[in-house]
């Protein structure tokens, strides 16, 4: 597929545009039917603290995070502690904040308001994935339809499904019985199998793992995601000078 189309140029190639964004659409796939379990089970969730099939759309395609929209569901009461939510929703999604930096070299050619929009449909797998074929391409910048085409069907399965759990909760009962609860697991193990790059560059998912699994245990709440982001890009910043030379 010829770079020029990773770029805003290639919206004068639509052809080329579009099969492209079929290509990131077909590799979603996998992924979009691991959402779909999580999706449900959302939404039914959210259903149970009375969220209207309307508010539950609204949440997650505003929010766009899974483990924060969870997070906020298990805090939510009536009324809300609207503080509370918001802040867990910060730490939750606080990760976000470093995927953006690492995807920030790979959208600088894009116009402000489209690399905007490329972040605010960011989640961990369209994030990974792009970088994976940016990465396997050799190329200084992600293909943008690629992106785009992930970002669509990801986005859109989380949406429906959610509404759908939302929707027809109280029928479907407890997905967590069949062992769905594992769909975003093995989703993320994919995913780091795509962007291995041998146990040497490997090693700041370990002190990640270390330090988020120990956060957990020790301290309550989310604290966990931030303390292992950290961890890992500490690692990452400390071992590279090493690695170079």
């Known amino acids: ?93 606080s990760r976000h904040i470093l995927m953006g930096a690492a995807l920030a070299p790979y959208i600088r050619r894009l116009p402000r308001r489209r690399a905007f929009a490329a972040l605010f449909f960011m989640c961990d797998e369209s994030w990974a994935m792009s970088l994976a074929d940016a990465r396997a391409r050799s190329a200084s910048h992600i293909s943008v339809p690629y992106y785009a085409g992930i970002c669509a069907g990801l986005y859109l399965t989380w949406i429906s499904m959610t509404t759908f759990g939302a929707a027809v909760g109280p029928t479907i009962g407890n997905v967590e019985q069949y062992g769905f609860d594992m769909a975003f697991t093995a989703v993320f193990l994919v995913l780091l199998r795509g962007m291995w790059k041998g146990v040497r560059a490997s090693r700041p998912w370990l002190v990640s793992l270390v330090v988020a699994a120990a956060t957990h245990i020790a301290v309550p709440g989310a604290w966990y995601v931030a303390a292992g982001a950290c961890a890992g890009l500490l690692a990452a910043l400390l071992w590279e000078p090493h690695d170079a030379a």
């Open 1 to 93: 597929m010829s770079s020029s189309i990773s770029t805003s140029s290639g919206l004068r190639d639509k052809p080329a545009y579009v099969a492209e964004m079929g290509r990131g659409l077909r590799a979603a796939l996998p992924v979009m039917l691991g959402f779909v379990p999580f999706a449900l089970l959302l939404g039914a969730q959210a259903a149970q603290k009375g969220l209207s099939p309307f508010e539950v759309p609204m949440m997650t395609g505003l929010n766009f995070g899974g483990g924060s929209e969870f997070a906020a569901i298990h805090l939510w009461t009536s009324p809300p502690h609207i503080a509370l939510i918001v802040a867990m929703s910060f730490l939750v999604n």
